[in-house]
């Protein structure tokens, strides 16, 4: 089946620095990727997605990258704020198969 | 704000007992999805379900479990004899459409304790 991973399980980060959270994906026909936000004792929350015809894409002070030649997804925050702290979960999808699949998670600590 | 809401929060139950956990999804969704996550590890994806049918499963979802929107509102996973290992926070998902706004919704989890 699909795999979807991620580089670093945790990530500490001083207020204000930039964020870069990394995730590799194995499944070459996956056409749709989507970062969530998970805080401690809620579900995942929906950051911000990129399509396959994509390689770039920008949200409030979100950016994710897609790299298909080397299957890698990447989150990038920008001035990085305490309510940033969460565990971030990249996951890959087949829009026509209606499947979608979680990587591992990283946990990221932001240090005031 | 609409929100996926799901009951109960908390479901303790014995090896080998039935257990339906409800989602109610936003109510202009199309699509509805289970996930379960179990303590410390990532989300797995359990179920698609769209037009009233499922539209994909994965290899979790087994004969033990199912899927039911009964009513138009409350979209239900039913386990059929639990076991330890069903242990997990399930979650809940809707989406409005998948070909435009693919924006997953989740609900806050039913944690589920086998005993």
């Known amino acids: 089946g699909e795999s979807v991973g991620l580089h670093l399980p945790t990530l500490s980060v001083q207020e204000g620095d930039n964020s870069i959270i990394n995730c590799a994906y194995s499944n070459s026909a996956s056409d749709y990727f989507i970062w969530y936000k998970q805080e401690s004792g809620k579900g995942p929350q929906f950051i911000i997605d990129?399509?396959?015809?994509?390689d770039k894409r920008q949200g409030q002070r979100v950016t994710v990258l897609l790299n298909k030649t080397v299957k890698h997804l990447s989150l990038q925050i920008a001035a990085t704020q305490p309510g940033d702290s969460a565990v971030y979960f990249c996951a890959e999808a087949r829009l026509i198969g209606n499947q979608f699949y979680f990587g591992t998670g990283t946990s990221l600590t932001v240090i005031p | 704000e609409p929100e996926v809401t799901q009951t109960p929060s908390h479901q303790v139950t014995q090896m080998g007992q039935e257990v339906i956990l409800r989602c109610v999804p936003i109510s202009n969704h199309l699509y509805f999805y289970w996930y379960r996550q179990i303590l410390g590890q990532k989300v797995e994806f359990l179920v698609s379900f769209y037009n009233n049918e499922i539209s994909e499963k994965s290899e979790i979802f087994d004969d033990q479990f199912s899927v039911e929107r009964p009513d138009g509102s409350n979209f239900t996973l039913k386990i059929r004899s639990t076991k330890l290992e069903d242990s997990a926070m399930y979650f809940c998902a809707s989406l409005f459409e998948a070909s435009g706004n693919n924006e997953q919704f989740f609900g806050p989890g039913t944690r589920l304790t086998v005993l």
């Open positions: 990129i399509r396959s015809n994509m």
